[in-house]
């Protein structure tokens, strides 16, 4: 992988303080570790989506509740203190807010497993999203403010690997060890590792641009300064209502799809779980179609987009829109199709493409905006993002499947529920293909 190093002031973005140049590389060493943080990050975010069915047997819990739990609770402190965090971020040493981060969210997973009640799941949820507000604006900012714009695609989408990644992990370790010893001690073994990590993270990991955040020059525009520019520049906007809506496609597939292939395709799972169980099964499966082609789609959009964008925001928002509308017809087969090893192989291209997109919509951000204001602007646009998606996503396909499940039956209900979300990917697809428009995507 070629170091990385920092590159003068983005050339289409003004800003209030100029950065001071500096010789650090982060190198392939540095963008290795933030990639696990964020692997560690997805990966204590997305177990609880293959222990759901055990939660809800054990918590005698609705699909709704059980949305809430996978998204909205750990939302609401994601989304608030994701500001405060970045501005943080701006000022002071961003190794240390994202170390800070990984200690707290890894704590709370492990607290997951050792509640009992719903309204004790609630709150350590909101723990960890708690914790894991403070890690992206920080990585994003430091990755964008180290790397080249003509390489800053590729680096975030290498960083972004570590989603797939993440819940490929989640769902088979959370699978095998929920099978074996139940799914509390899914979310104590998923938590440890980042506690772990924690002290190398410090260690190892400089900021050297932020070694001087005690003196005025480093201070970064303010928060009022940062909105005024940002509500200079529709194309964030349009941007970051795309990632709304991609957001939500992606956190609503994502919380119920090991749920719907064990109440749907539960008669084949059980011809093909004799040793291991359903739940182990479908966790394996899923995790290496989730992490394996999320990982290629993730590589493969950051070098298409620095391919085709070359640095500009105009090519990388085309790329995500490519994206979503070709993710929308190849995920609907995959819960209309009656045969359990159809809908698993179509779901192999549909989780390559729809992971395509968040690459190139985080370079579009980071290059859109003055380098002190990155972190912030990452934030804010996580906010709205988180908002949508993840609050809202898991949480719409779950009462959605709750009022259809008496006419039709939980497999049922919850498959037509899920046939639903294709048309929000035609959604983002718009609001991407619209930010490509802009004049400030398309500088001259």
């Avoid at 999320?294 to 950051?302: E, F």
């Avoid at 192999?348 to 985080?362: E, Q, S, V």
Wanted: charged share 10%.
């Amino acid at each position: 992988m070629e170091s990385m190093e920092a590159p003068p002031t983005t050339p289409n973005a003004s800003s209030s303080t100029p950065a001071e140049p500096t010789p650090y590389r982060l190198g392939a060493y540095g963008l290795f570790v933030l990639m696990i943080v964020y692997m560690l990050n997805f990966l204590d975010r997305q177990i609880v989506n293959i222990v759901a069915e055990s939660i809800k047997a054990d918590l005698h819990i609705s699909d709704k509740q059980l949305g809430l739990i996978t998204g909205l609770s750990f939302a609401l402190l994601y989304t608030t203190l994701g500001i405060p965090l970045a501005r943080l971020a701006e000022r002071r040493n961003r190794v240390h807010v994202i170390g800070g981060s990984l200690l707290c969210w890894s704590g709370f997973t492990v607290a997951c497993g050792l509640v009992n009640t719903l309204g004790g799941l609630l709150l350590t949820r909101i723990g960890v999203g708690m914790g894991e507000a403070g890690c992206l604006p920080a990585a994003h900012s430091m990755i964008a403010e180290y790397t080249p714009p003509a390489r800053r695609a590729r680096a975030i989408s290498i960083f972004m690997v570590g989603s797939p990644l993440g819940v490929l992990l989640g769902m088979a370790m959370g699978g095998i060890v929920s099978e074996a010893y139940g799914w509390r001690l899914s979310f104590i073994i998923a938590g440890v590792p980042g506690v772990l990590l924690t002290g190398l993270l410090l260690a190892t990991l400089k900021d050297p641009n932020r070694a001087g955040a005690g003196s005025r020059s480093a201070l970064p525009p303010s928060l009022k300064l940062t909105m005024t520019e940002l509500l200079g520049k529709p194309a964030y906007w349009l941007l970051t209502a795309g990632a709304s809506f991609g957001a939500l496609v992606t956190y609503a597939q994502g919380a119920f799809i090991a749920s719907f292939f064990m109440r749907v395709h539960h008669d084949a799972l059980a011809g093909v779980s004799a040793a291991m169980g359903p739940q182990a099964v479908i966790g394996v499966i899923l995790g290496l179609i989730l992490g394996i082609g999320g990982a290629i789609g993730m590589v493969s959009g950051g070098l298409i987009a620095d391919h085709y964008g070359r640095g500009r925001v105009r090519g990388y928002a085309i790329v995500a829109a490519i994206s979503c509308v070709t993710v929308a017809p190849m995920f609907l087969p995959v819960v209309l199709v009656k045969s359990f090893w159809l809908a698993v192989t179509l779901l192999i291209p549909a989780a390559i493409l729809n992971t395509l997109w968040p690459g190139p919509l985080y370079a579009s951000i980071q290059t859109i905006v003055s380098e002190r204001s990155r972190a912030t602007a990452a934030a804010i646009s996580l906010l709205v993002t988180s908002l949508v998606g993840l609050g809202l996503g898991p949480v719409s396909v779950g009462a959605i499947s709750d009022a259809l499940s008496a006419s039709m039956g939980p497999a049922e209900a919850l498959r037509w529920a899920l046939a639903v979300t294709p048309i929000v990917s035609l959604l983002a697809a718009a609001m991407f293909w619209l930010a490509s428009r802009r004049p400030e995507a398309n500088p001259p």
